[in-house]
């Protein structure tokens, strides 16, 4: 597929720009999505106007649109002509010719996702336990993606994703610290002084 090239823009394509940014979204949404995940750990509720099922059901909704922009962005950078990126780079981790540390680790990423989308779809069949097991991936697939991002992003330096970057990682360290703050030293369960 050729690229398209953008009349008035500095050395763009329309691919490089849907590329940068279904990236740049993704990275937001999956952090949105870590957030809410850690939040509902705690049986989160945002008062009587956001019970924890509409949070469940955000957290839900905001992880299957990670993955359909996920999609997005793997699509859109093996159409861009600039380099040459192929579906299954997108898939087998570290097999690609172009920066294949930093696009492997966005395979990495990407297959975590699949396989708690699968799990998650398939859950009565696998248990809960197994489940939750494969689930805990989404926790390790996030870091695994802002690397990514940081390694193989062409805005890296750009004082605005730095600060979109620092932002996502404040916002998961507070929910993971707001976390471990709320489970209660005696038993380890989670709720105010350890109910």
Known sequence: MSSIVVPGAIGGTADWYLVRSTGVVTLLLLTASVVLGVMGTMRFSAGTRWPRFAIDALHRDTSLLVLVLLVAHILTSVADGFVSISLADAVIPFGGSYRPVWLGLGAVSFDLLLAVLVTSVLRRRFGYRSWRA?????YVSWPVAVIHGIGTGTDTGAWWMLA????????????????????????????????
């Open 134 to 138: 494969v689930h805990w991936l989404a």
């Open 164 to 195: 979109l970057t620092a932002t996502c990682v404040g916002a998961v360290v507070l929910a993971v610290g707001v976390r471990l703050g709320a489970v209660g030293p005696a038993d380890g369960r989670v709720g105010p002084a350890g109910r």
